[in-house]
């Protein structure tokens, strides 16, 4: 089984500050994907980094896969109290399943 | 586009009893996944399931198992169920794979198994 790291694992801050979260493999995958979950709720795909390098923006959300395909960071700017949630990375695996990270819990206070 | 829908969404049962979990996949989406989301353990692979085919399982014993129909809805059965079986389980559905497999999986909200 690919183990994907993320960090932290927990992450309080006021509305309008930046953050980082990150997400961290010693295997190398063909793509990573990043999901948003909200209690009760299941992941919401927000994004699949596939080229080494690739940066990718999605409003105030920039997502960055590594070089070597074994890393990627989530950095979010002029966070939102509807930022909160669990992040999650996923790796494909062997056989197409996901693997996922333990996720970072991000609380975003007025 | 109805999403991918699973029952029930609340389920209590005791130890030694069986559970069936029911997942419907999106319109046109012929492969389902099963995830287990315990406290502390963060997601991880049950079972894939491809036009009616078991096609890879995870590190779970056998007792659960599952299967596709031919409309490619599924079933998850946990049999002697457990006190650490507690745990949301999500089914997902995608439209397939590339040959990088990274079609992007939809996931339903889960039915949330609390074992007393």
């Known amino acids: 089984t690919q183990l994907l790291e993320q960090s932290p694992q927990f992450l309080s801050i006021q509305e309008g500050e930046n953050l980082t979260v990150y997400c961290n493999s010693s295997?190398?995958?063909?793509?990573l994907q990043w999901y948003r979950q909200e209690p009760g709720e299941g992941p919401v795909l927000l994004v699949t980094v596939v080229t080494g390098g690739e940066v990718k923006k999605l409003k105030r959300l920039t997502f960055q896969f590594g070089d070597a395909r074994k890393d990627s960071s989530l950095h979010i700017t002029a966070a939102q109290t509807g930022d909160t949630g669990l992040y999650l990375c996923a790796g494909v695996g062997s056989g197409y399943a996901l693997n996922f990270g333990k996720g970072t819990s991000l609380l975003v206070t007025p | 586009e109805a999403g991918v829908t699973q029952s029930p969404t609340h389920l209590i049962k005791t130890r030694g009893q069986q559970v069936t979990l029911r997942c419907s996949p999106i319109s046109g989406h012929t492969s389902v996944y099963w995830y287990q989301q315990a406290l502390g353990l963060g997601l991880q692979f049950l079972l894939w399931y491809d036009e009616g085919e078991e096609r890879n399982r995870g590190n779970f014993p056998p007792r659960f198992s599952g299967r596709q129909f031919p409309n490619y809805s599924s079933e998850l059965n946990v049999n002697a169920l457990e006190l650490e079986d507690s745990a949301l389980y999500l089914c997902?559905?995608?439209?397939?794979?590339?040959?990088?497999?990274?079609?992007?999986?939809?996931f339903g909200d889960g039915t949330r198994l609390s074992i007393l």
């Open positions: 997902a559905s995608s439209s397939g794979f590339t040959t990088e497999g990274d079609q992007p999986q939809h």
């Open positions: 295997s190398v995958f063909s793509s």
